[in-house]
């Protein structure tokens, strides 16, 4: 009799990357920096598509992760929170925090905030994606249930013009298969414990839905500006 078998889930880089990632490390290149932070740093998938002239420095908040990235190719690892990393003050002309600030208390979202303010420099960008406040969106994320945030572009604005950042650019992007594709996601890694099923699929359909359509309903992109 012949037994069903899968591909098992892996922490590998090419089995993290989304468009997601590529769409935010363009907002990212798009100020020419020298040197970059990424808070939340994961896989170290949205690393990958930063060029080699630049440096990049994760940051994660455990030690478990960090080796996961590093294993990935993030060889500039910190392990610290991101409301007191061991940073001097105006180091990085661009922060990104992808997927991070809805696993926070709102008062530690705050204070993350307030700490990239520090590290960066003046006239540099802070780069932020969160899961959009849209009733399909929460309606497809079974961990909205548990607390997984999701914000207005409202809620977004005022952290950031409250810690003195400049709104540069705020923008909702994907779609349904962004939304299906992270339910594929959770039930092929957490019940099966195999990669994401169809995956060239939802990949090209993501895809498409973030460079065909302006507006989504999934993920919300906000790009802050320091000032003085």
């Not at 880089?13 to 907002?27: M, N, P």
């Not at 696993?103 to 204070?111: D, S, T, V």
């Not at 207005?152 to 299906?180: A, C, D, H, R």
Request: charged letters at 25%.
């Amino acid at each position: 009799m012949k037994v069903l078998s899968w591909p098992k889930y892996s922490d590998n880089i090419e089995e993290q990357v989304t468009y997601r990632h590529l769409f935010s490390s363009k907002l990212i290149l798009q100020y020419n920096p020298k040197i970059v932070l990424d808070i939340g740093c994961g896989s170290g998938a949205l690393l990958s598509f930063i060029p080699a002239p630049i440096f990049c420095v994760g940051l994660e908040r455990t030690e478990k992760k960090a080796i996961i990235s590093l294993k990935n190719g993030v060889h500039n690892i910190v392990v610290a929170d991101a409301s007191q990393t061991p940073f001097k003050n105006m180091v990085f002309d661009s922060v990104s925090m992808l997927e991070v600030l809805e696993h926070m208390p709102a008062n530690k979202q705050a204070e993350s905030v307030k700490e990239i303010y520090r590290i960066l420099k003046i006239d540099s960008e802070l780069i932020i994606s969160v899961p959009y406040n849209y009733w399909i969106s929460k309606l497809l994320d079974p961990a909205w249930m548990l607390g997984h945030k999701h914000f207005l572009e409202s809620e977004i604005k005022n952290l950031l013009s409250q810690n003195k950042f400049s709104i540069k650019f705020i923008e909702i992007k994907g779609g349904f298969w962004e939304l299906t594709g992270m339910l594929n996601v959770y039930a092929s890694k957490w019940i099966f414990g195999r990669t994401m099923v169809l995956r060239s699929v939802f990949e090209h359909r993501r895809r498409l839905e973030y460079e065909m359509y302006k507006e989504g309903i999934a993920t919300l992109f906000a790009v802050g500006k320091k000032q003085l």
